[in-house]
């Protein structure tokens, strides 16, 4: 099989686009391996550094992952996210060509302490109200989503099913817009205990760990967030 080479096009993102256009199609499936660079070099009548260039871009977007001494896999693309965390899961799902969905793990109401009261600007009455979920893109798990309000704000989100955007259902009940972020901290820590099951990852996977708190448009406090996200299926941009 050839590429034109007639097209303006260059030759290394014909191939990336063939190879990827066979992943998406089913052609190729998530854990397959993909020929050598030699066999596609062959197959496709190209350089080597065209192959190189093409898989490189398959890889950065998540296309591919490269195993040491094993070769290249076919994988899960990634999910880009803006490091500004302004963008909600859902949104960035949908950018992404995703369909996001929530199941909802825990919903409590926590006695009020002083760390919550200090970031939410809590009044001495108020109470804390925790919700956890499992957030996924196309039906695979991407993160667990901590997030922390105040009881007497959003104790309406208690009874609520919650299993699309949060962002959304806040300005549509609430008139409340959720645009801006506050403080976002982003960590990395490795899978153990239940984050392995829930997320579906090996024991050791690489985890970001992002801490953050998310405003309203007046910069009042809406949410404190402890999100653990899977790194191999997830990339931060600015």
Same mark, same amino acid.
């Given at each position: ?34 020929? *050598? ?9 190209? *350089? ?25 896999? !076919? ?14 899961? *859902? ?31 809590? !009044? ?25 309000? *105040? ?19 806040? !300005? ?32 050791? !996977? ?33």
């Amino acid at each position: 099989m050839k590429l034109d080479d007639n097209n303006s096009m260059p030759l290394y993102l014909q191939l990336k686009n063939t190879i990827k256009g066979l992943i998406d199609s089913g052609e190729i499936n998530k854990g397959d391996k993909i020929p *050598s660079e030699n066999e596609l070099c062959k197959k496709y009548n190209v *350089s080597r550094i065209t192959v190189r260039n093409a898989l490189a871009d398959l890889e950065s977007e998540g296309y591919l992952i490269k195993k040491q001494g094993k070769g290249t896999f !076919a994988t899960t693309p990634k999910l880009f996210r803006p490091l500004q965390d302004s963008i909600g899961f *859902s949104e960035s799902c949908k950018n992404a060509g995703m369909e996001s969905s929530s199941i909802v793990l825990k919903r409590e109401i926590l006695p009020l302490d002083d760390r919550m009261k200090d970031i939410l600007k809590l !009044a001495d009455d108020d109470q804390v109200l925790y919700i956890q979920r499992l957030r996924l893109a196309d039906g695979i798990p991407l993160m667990i989503e901590n997030n922390y309000y *105040s009881y007497q704000k959003f104790g309406f989100l208690y009874n609520e099913p919650l299993i699309g955007s949060l962002y959304e259902l806040l !300005a549509e009940k609430k008139g409340i817009i959720c645009d801006r972020s506050l403080k976002t901290v982003i960590t990395v820590t490795t899978a153990s205990g239940e984050l392995v099951k829930m997320l579906q990852v090996s024991i050791g !996977a690489p985890l970001f760990v992002m801490d953050g708190i998310m405003g309203d448009e007046h910069g009042e406090p809406v949410h404190y967030s402890l999100q653990y996200i899977v790194g191999e299926r997830y990339s931060f941009v600015r």
